[in-house]
């Protein structure tokens, strides 16, 4: 165990004493303790146990998430079905005068002699980030919070590096995350905010749009009976999530991207959140054509909100006139705002329907806590290349340039994995 003194201003006085009692149930836990705010105390707790952490997380996200990446049913569900080991499970609760105010769960990952700690579902969810007292932290200063996560990181071991990607700017208050190790812009989280439908219809939509998706419809609608609905976990489901991933799997060998649905373990996940007994709340979008699907989006529901983690569609050139995307989105968004839903989340990354759609735009950033020297130099490697690879893909000229130039490597066999 460790004494911080993090009202020291240098922040790096380091005394080493049992000082501070650990919270509860927690595995082999290291407490940091020192004056973070006046007459406030930090301590900290780590387990590798996910149920040790379950009454406080559920506690946090009660008062809402920013990623399903911070739903518990959500991570639970994906270390059964990806069998993560204990060992590579971190749980870290924060506390200031023993009040909960911070959980950080990270995976640990290792991969060419390196290990970092990272988030479970990586880049299967638009972004993500610690699940906080966002009111308590709010009433640190600038300099308390730094103080605060410089605290929290400086007692995680048994990795070079901690790199925690797409971590959104926390509503219209201080930035909660700022003081976390090293932060760089990437990319930007796209949600569409609405009381009902016909708010918005009036404004994100004008007249010509509404025309050009009412021609669009009748293009579709001139190949057959469109239907649509909306699937809750159960039977029906497994069916759609073939077809869903049928046509994922055809659009990213399109691309040259290698498939993040291919392994057999996260399609297990993904069927099992879609399973009447899954604790997860799941909705499925379907548009069908003549019976058959033609579009479909995989959503994950957390109270009011409801965040798209996948779409994908038909890529037969005879239906795709009908942009049966957009025509399954359109009716999304004709029903989800009156289903009682007031955040659509559509993820990160610039596209076309989110620039028609949404109203919200969040601004992400990644943030790195090197550990080690190596992690040091790591951190400096890989965040030049997100710096890189997000000026890309903000820049439709330069996105192109970049497909083209992986789809010849891949097509050549240049490459073996691509992506961008």
């Given at each position: 165990?460790?004494?911080?003194e993090?009202?020291?201003?240098?922040?790096?006085?380091?005394?080493?004493?049992?000082?501070?009692?650990?919270?509860?149930?927690?595995?082999?836990?290291?407490?940091?303790?020192?004056?973070?705010?006046?007459?406030?105390?930090?301590?900290?707790?780590?387990?590798?146990?996910?149920?040790?952490?379950e009454?406080?997380?559920?506690?946090?996200?009660?008062?809402?998430?920013?990623?399903?990446?911070?739903?518990?049913?959500?991570?639970?569900?994906?270390?059964?079905?990806?069998?993560?080991?204990?060992?590579?499970?971190?749980?870290?609760?924060?506390?200031?005068?023993g009040?909960?105010?911070?959980?950080?769960?990270?995976?640990?990952?290792?991969r060419?002699?390196?290990?970092?700690?990272?988030?479970?579902?990586?880049?299967?969810?638009g972004?993500?980030?610690?699940?906080?007292?966002?009111?308590?932290?709010?009433?640190?200063?600038?300099?308390?919070?730094?103080?605060?996560?410089?605290?929290?990181v400086?007692?995680?071991?048994?990795?070079?590096?901690?790199?925690?990607?797409?971590?959104?700017?926390?509503?219209?208050?201080?930035?909660?995350?700022?003081?976390?190790?090293?932060?760089?812009?990437?990319?930007?989280?796209?949600?569409?905010?609405?009381?009902?439908?016909?708010?918005?219809?009036?404004?994100?939509?004008?007249?010509?749009?509404?025309?050009?998706d009412?021609q669009?419809?009748?293009k579709?609608?001139?190949?057959?009976?469109?239907?649509?609905?909306?699937?809750?976990?159960?039977?029906?489901?497994?069916?759609?999530?073939?077809?869903?991933?049928?046509?994922?799997?055809?659009?990213?060998?399109?691309?040259?991207?290698?498939?993040?649905f291919?392994?057999?373990?996260?399609?297990?996940?993904?069927?099992?959140?879609?399973?009447?007994?899954?604790?997860?709340?799941?909705?499925?979008?379907?548009?069908?054509?003549?019976?058959?699907?033609?579009?479909?989006?995989?959503?994950?529901?957390?109270?009011?909100?409801l965040?798209?983690?996948?779409?994908?569609?038909?890529?037969?050139?005879?239906?795709?006139?009908?942009?049966?995307?957009?025509?399954?989105?359109?009716?999304?968004?004709?029903?989800?705002?009156?289903?009682?839903?007031?955040?659509?989340?559509?993820?990160?990354?610039?596209t076309?329907?989110?620039?028609?759609?949404?109203?919200?735009?969040?601004?992400?950033?990644?943030?790195?806590?090197?550990?080690?020297?190596?992690?040091?130099?790591?951190?400096?490697?890989?965040?030049?290349?997100?710096?890189?690879?997000?000026?890309?893909?903000?820049?439709?000229?330069?996105?192109?340039?970049?497909?083209?130039?992986?789809?010849?490597?891949?097509?050549?066999?240049?490459?073996?994995?691509?992506?961008?």
């Amino acid at each position: 165990m460790w004494r911080v003194e993090l009202g020291d201003e240098t922040g790096d006085m380091v005394d080493a004493a049992i000082f501070g009692a650990p919270l509860a149930g927690a595995d082999a836990p290291t407490a940091l303790v020192g004056a973070a705010a006046p007459g406030l105390e930090l301590s900290l707790s780590s387990t590798h146990l996910l149920a040790e952490v379950e009454a406080v997380w559920r506690d946090f996200s009660a008062a809402g998430i920013e990623s399903p990446g911070q739903s518990f049913p959500f991570i639970r569900l994906w270390i059964g079905a990806l069998g993560i080991a204990e060992a590579d499970q971190l749980y870290v609760v924060a506390a200031l005068g023993g009040h909960p105010v911070a959980l950080l769960p990270l995976l640990r990952r290792r991969r060419a002699g390196i290990s970092l700690y990272t988030w479970f579902p990586g880049t299967h969810v638009g972004c993500n980030a610690p699940l906080v007292d966002a009111a308590r932290l709010g009433q640190l200063s600038p300099v308390e919070l730094a103080r605060f996560w410089r605290g929290v990181v400086r007692g995680i071991e048994g990795a070079d590096l901690i790199y925690l990607p797409a971590i959104p700017a926390h509503g219209d208050g201080p930035d909660l995350f700022a003081g976390l190790g090293q932060s760089l812009p990437v990319e930007t989280l796209y949600r569409s905010v609405f009381a009902s439908w016909d708010d918005a219809n009036t404004t994100q939509r004008s007249k010509s749009r509404r025309k050009h998706d009412r021609q669009q419809g009748e293009k579709l609608e001139a190949l057959g009976e469109v239907g649509f609905e909306v699937i809750d976990p159960g039977p029906g489901a497994d069916g759609v999530l073939d077809v869903m991933f049928r046509q994922r799997a055809r659009r990213f060998a399109a691309m040259g991207v290698k498939d993040p649905f291919a392994p057999c373990d996260i399609g297990r996940f993904y069927r099992a959140t879609a399973r009447p007994e899954s604790p997860l709340s799941v909705k499925l979008h379907v548009l069908r054509l003549n019976g058959e699907i033609v579009a479909v989006r995989y959503n994950v529901v957390h109270g009011d909100r409801l965040f798209c983690l996948i779409s994908s569609m038909s890529d037969d050139p005879a239906i795709q006139v009908g942009s049966p995307g957009k025509q399954c989105l359109l009716r999304v968004m004709q029903s989800v705002f009156d289903d009682g839903f007031r955040v659509f989340d559509m993820g990160a990354g610039f596209t076309d329907e989110k620039r028609h759609w949404c109203n919200q735009q969040i601004a992400l950033h990644d943030h790195y806590v090197p550990l080690t020297w190596r992690g040091r130099l790591i951190v400096a490697t890989h965040a030049a290349w997100r710096a890189a690879r997000a000026r890309i893909k903000a820049n439709e000229t330069l996105l192109r340039i970049a497909k083209s130039v992986r789809g010849v490597a891949v097509r050549t066999g240049k490459v073996d994995e691509p992506g961008l």
